[in-house]
């Protein structure tokens, strides 16, 4: 099993910066797509982020893809959402997610692909 634990989340002004950071333990971190959601009230699940096994495949919500930048360290068994320029509309609780089954180009984008999940860091940015 793996476990996820989410953290950097927390209050800032709209166009300040936060980086998420996700530690995983209990499976081999290399072997697993990543990826970020994110869940507003009474919203459905979003797809954030997400990179690929190889590390060499990237994948953005459009709206995010030029302020967001996921990145992986497997020496360091973490996962990072760097975000910049936040907007209001941002302002969600943050997943990671881990994949062991896609191969090793794919991006899932869906949140019923992913096998295992952290408990969320909530993300408010303010106006």
């Known amino acids: 099993q793996m476990q996820l634990v989410e953290s950097g989340g927390g209050l800032v002004q709209a166009g300040g910066s936060l980086r998420l950071s996700c530690a995983a333990s209990?499976?081999?971190?290399?072997?697993?797509?990543l990826g970020w959601f994110r869940q507003a009230p009474g919203k459905e699940r979003e797809f954030v982020a997400a990179?690929?096994?190889?590390?060499?495949?990237?994948q953005y919500l459009d709206s995010a893809k030029d302020r967001f930048t996921i990145s992986r360290d497997n020496a360091k068994n973490t996962v990072y959402l760097q975000m910049n320029n936040l907007k209001p509309e941002d302002t969600a609780v943050y997943y990671c997610?881990?994949?062991?089954?896609?191969?090793?180009?794919?991006?899932?984008?869906?949140?019923?692909?992913?096998?295992?999940w952290g408990l969320g860091t909530q993300v408010t940015v303010s106006s």
């Open positions: 990179i690929s096994r190889s590390n060499d495949y990237r």
């Open positions: 997610a881990a994949d062991g089954t896609v191969n090793v180009f794919r991006v899932p984008r869906f949140a019923d692909e992913y096998d295992y």
């Open positions: 209990g499976r081999p971190f290399s072997g697993f797509a």
